[in-house]
Each structure stands twice: as C-alpha cells, then as structure tokens.
Nanobody, 127 residues
Framework: QAQLVESGGGLVQPGGSLRLSCAASGFSLGNSAIAWFRQAPGKEREGVSCISGYTVNKYYADSVKGRFTIGRDNAKGTVYLQMNSLKPEDTAVYFC????????????????????WGQGTQVTVSS
C-alpha cells in the first residue's frame, strides 16, 4: 500500500527558511508525480507545488513562485519542498500527495485529483 510521510515542519521567523521532505513506501517515488498542499485553519486545502514523474516538469502556485522549490533527493529517496523567504501567511499544515501517476496535469491543485496523502507537518511562521 502506498504511504507518504512528511517531515521538516516547525516554527520559523518571517524571512526564514524550512525544508520539508516527503518519504514514500509501497510504490516507486521516482516515476510518480508528487504534489504539496497546505491547509490553514478555516481555509480550503491549497495546491502549492507539483513535480512530475522523472522530474520532467515542476509547477508552483503564484503565491509561492520564486520562494519555494520542489525537487527530488535521489540519495535519500524523498521529494523535498525548500521554502525560503517565509511569510506569516505561509503558516499551515503541509501535506504531500500522490495518485501513482506520472503527470501533475491537468488540475494538480485540486485535492480530489490525489488518492494518497501523508499525515501532514505543521509550519508556523511567526516572530
């Protein structure tokens, strides 16, 4: 059974950085699309970024473009989300997800497109 586990969340000051990791078991992480989502209290789950299988394509929400970077750490067998220049509005629980398919498109920001989710990791940006 495909399982995902996020790690790397925490408390950081505005302008700081965090690196989230998504570890997988039960399927091939390298050839599967992986998406990152976040959900703040009282808000809908938001698609943040997606990396397609074999890292052919990467996608970012406008709200994080230029600040976040998605990638694969082949040595560790994980997908990471490097978050720089963090803002208070980035505060949320961050989730990684997969649908065991190669592509992010169409509609990667739609949560119902993804079948397997991690438990989430909390990111808090506050001074």
């Amino acid at each position: 059974q495909a399982q995902l586990v996020e790690s790397g969340g925490g408390l950081v000051q505005p302008g700081g950085s965090l690196r989230l990791s998504c570890a997988a078991s039960g399927f091939s992480l390298g050839n599967s699309a992986i998406a990152w989502f976040r959900q703040a209290p009282g808000k809908e789950r938001e698609g943040v970024s997606c990396i397609s299988g074999y890292t052919v394509n990467k996608y970012y929400a406008d709200s994080v473009k230029g600040r976040f970077t998605i990638g694969r750490d082949n040595a560790k067998g994980t997908v990471y989300l490097q978050m720089n220049s963090l803002k208070p509005e980035d505060t949320a629980v961050y989730f990684c997800a997969t649908n065991l398919d190669r592509g992010c498109l169409p509609n990667y920001p739609r949560p119902d497109r993804w079948t397997n989710w991690g438990q989430g990791t909390q990111v808090t940006v506050s001074s």
